[in-house]
């Protein structure tokens, strides 16, 4: 099994996380902290890179639930871009596709994000956990 690999980069004022190897239980952990960082360090706008992802497990889907949850939370956004098959039906299997923006490539998503003025780096911020209700909107199609 690949350990998880993540790496964070900022571009555009966003935080792009890159996820590569396995998210299981053994790296909750460890994407938790790197989010966290993330988002301290580059703000409250995120794309989690998914392209090398091989595997997410139930954990990983609530690490990611909880980034989600406290960057909109802070005014900020999360989007998931280029998961394989594999993951995108386990995205899809707990209706998360519906709720958390999905692109189909990095690019996309960055593209998605370009009207969107980014918030400044800050502390990490703390919400009442409620997802708000998914959009009829389908979360394929970039924003304008």
Do not use: W
């Amino acid at each position: 099994m690949p350990p998880l690999e993540v790496t964070a980069r900022s571009h555009a004022g966003r935080a792009v996380v890159r996820l590569r190897g396995e998210l299981d239980i053994a790296g909750s952990d460890e994407l938790r902290r790197h989010l966290e960082a993330a988002r301290r360090e580059h703000g409250d706008h995120l794309i989690l890179d998914l392209a090398e992802l091989d595997f997410m497990d139930s954990q990983g889907l609530s690490v990611i639930v909880g980034c989600y949850k406290a960057a909109t939370a802070a005014g900020g956004s999360l989007t998931l871009a280029g998961p394989r098959p594999v993951v995108r039906r386990a995205l899809e299997i707990t209706g998360l596709h519906r709720r958390i923006p999905v692109q189909a490539s990095l690019e996309a998503a960055l593209s998605a994000h370009g009207a969107a003025a980014p918030n400044p780096p800050r502390g990490a911020a703390h919400g009442d956990g409620a997802l708000p209700a998914p959009s009829d909107a389908p979360h394929e199609a970039p924003r304008a």
